[in-house]
């Protein structure tokens, strides 16, 4: 993503405050889900006080979400479309589990390919770039199928942050 974010440059709008792909919950798989997890265990190392706030923003996201987990995922998006992710920091408008993050936030804004699957960069950048320039900027994300492959190996079901980070779920 280093590479998109080069070839960007001035287009992309991503930076600290711009929380844009940071709000509503979405599905993140069983390895964004272990990311998370220790990226968590991690921050707990370094800066308790900073991963007990994640942890209770996570916990309180999971708790309002649970009631509703038998709604299709698009049910619990726009029921909770206004809910920030439990790793962002709404004060400095930062990911808390930065390194951590699942593969959607690391891949939103630039214009991607995920195998044969283009997507729009965010709604936010390459506002003034003509479709060419969006095009020459286009990286493709995991080429060597890398992620794939650890998601095979280690299975497990999709979930959502708040309940990959909840303390009541599995690891």
Do not use: N
């Not at 995920?114 to 095009?135: I, N, Q, Y």
């Amino acid at each position: 993503m280093a590479k998109a974010a080069l070839l960007a440059g001035p287009h992309l709008a991503c930076r600290p405050g711009c929380t844009e792909c940071c709000i509503g919950p979405f599905s993140i798989t069983a390895l964004d889900a272990h990311r998370l997890r220790l990226g968590l265990k991690q921050l707990q190392s370094t800066d308790p006080a900073r991963a007990a706030r994640v942890a209770d923003r996570a916990a309180r996201a999971a708790a309002a979400m649970r009631p509703f987990t038998g709604e299709k995922e698009d049910g619990l998006g726009v029921r909770f479309a206004g809910l920030a992710c439990p790793a962002l920091d709404t004060t400095h408008g930062t990911c808390d589990l930065y390194a951590w993050r699942p593969i959607s936030c690391r891949t939103f804004g630039p214009p991607v390919l995920f195998g044969l699957d283009g997507t729009p960069p965010c709604r936010l950048c390459f506002t003034e770039a003509t479709a060419a320039e969006v095009e020459r900027c286009r990286v493709e994300v995991d080429p060597d199928g890398l992620e794939e492959a650890l998601l095979e190996e280690i299975g497990g079901p999709a979930t959502l942050v708040a309940f990959a980070l909840a303390s009541d779920e599995p690891s």
